[in-house]
């Protein structure tokens, strides 16, 4: 094997290497825009049990109002009530975004969110599917590639050492 292709196996190796490891860049880029995501989500979901706390003293506030005048409080309920509704439905996406963004699983059964460590669903006992296992065959088949680039980069270096000193003993005779 001569210096040529020695280097181009170098440079070969070298390349899945950089390739790999700017993988594993973007990667960690992603999970960063997660966590960032996630942080939205929880702030928006705080905003909107705000609001719907907001309209809950309005109405307990309004409705006793009208019990102290002696007042008919029934017809005035209406308008709060559908403005709570409107929030707890937009609760209930900004939940699922959340659940989506931890990995969460939505049970099949009874909806609630639950841990991508559950096997079984904290509520109703239903077997849930399982990606964490998917995530850890992910990581496993990228370290196991990058034993293998680094295996291969050390064999060729060896090689590469040897074929210098071969060159070297060729040179002196």
Request: proline content about 0%; overall charge negative; charged content about 35%.
């Amino acid at each position: 094997m001569n210096m040529d292709e020695i280097f181009d196996k170098i440079k070969t190796y070298a390349d899945v290497a950089i390739d790999q490891a700017g993988k594993l860049g973007k990667s960690a880029a992603s999970k960063t825009e997660n966590v960032v995501s996630r942080a939205k989500v929880k702030y928006a979901i705080s905003e909107t049990e705000g609001q719907i706390k907001a309209i809950y003293t309005a109405l307990g506030e309004k409705v006793y109002k009208k019990y102290l005048e002696g007042g008919d409080i029934t017809g005035d309920w209406l308008e709060d009530c559908e403005k709570i509704s409107g929030f707890n439905a937009e609760l209930e996406s900004l939940n699922a975004q959340l659940a989506e963004l931890r990995e969460s699983v939505k049970c099949g059964e009874c909806g609630t969110y639950n841990s991508s460590d559950n096997k079984f669903c904290s509520k109703c006992g239903a077997k849930l599917t399982d990606i964490k296992d998917d995530i850890e065959e992910t990581a496993d088949k990228i370290i196991n590639a990058a034993a293998a680039v680094s295996e291969t980069v050390e064999e060729v270096a060896v090689e590469a050492a040897e074929a210098v000193k071969s060159d070297e003993a060729d040179g002196e005779e």
